[in-house]
């Protein structure tokens, strides 16, 4: 009976964390009614090199954030290594994190995969910041590394 107990708490408390986690990261991503990406299909960067459109009708939920695929292939391939395409910094412009540790908009087709990992970059009136981010990459990267860390930080306190 005592093992059942102690079985049971670490179930609710497992469970308990995770709904904190997921809610947490919600609050952290870049989402559109709930949905990252604005609904383009995070391993479609990879596997055809350009930004595609998913379908709401081929999405999956990963701690806490709807994504959305073009095909159910993708979205198998998604499952089983979720973090491998995950857009970094939460989906928020990559260059804005490390520049001004900002969480600023994208441009879902302005990005690039940068050590195996998806960027998203805003574009918008004459200003994409993919062109900036090219000119000094890796100090900007060491710079949204450490910004996104204090914001998540931020989030899990």
């Known amino acids: 009976m005592r093992n059942l107990a102690l ?21 952290a991503f870049n989402l559109e ?3 990252a990406i604005q609904g383009y299909d995070p391993v479609a960067y ?9 379908k709401s009708s081929i999405a999956t939920q ?3 954030v709807t994504y959305y695929f073009a095909t159910p292939a993708n979205k198998d391939l998604f499952l089983k290594n979720p973090d491998q395409y995950e857009p970094q910094y939460g989906g928020w412009c990559a260059y804005a994190m490390g520049a001004t540790g900002e969480k600023v908009e994208v441009d879902p ?3 690039k995969i940068v050590n195996g990992k998806l960027n998203l970059f805003y574009n918008a009136f ?7 981010w090219n000119k000094d990459e890796a100090n900007l990267k060491a710079k949204a590394d450490a910004n996104w860390k204090k914001i998540i930080k931020k989030i899990t306190i």
């Open 33 to 35: 009614n709930n949905v």
């Open 62 to 64: 990963y701690e806490g």
């Open 7 to 27: 079985l049971l708490f670490v179930v609710v408390l497992s469970t308990t964390s995770f709904a904190q986690s997921a809610a947490k990261r919600k609050a």
């Open 46 to 54: 990879f596997t055809q090199k350009k930004a595609v459109k998913g």
């Open 126 to 132: 004459f200003n994409n910041t993919l062109k900036s």
């Open 109 to 111: 087709e302005t990005f």
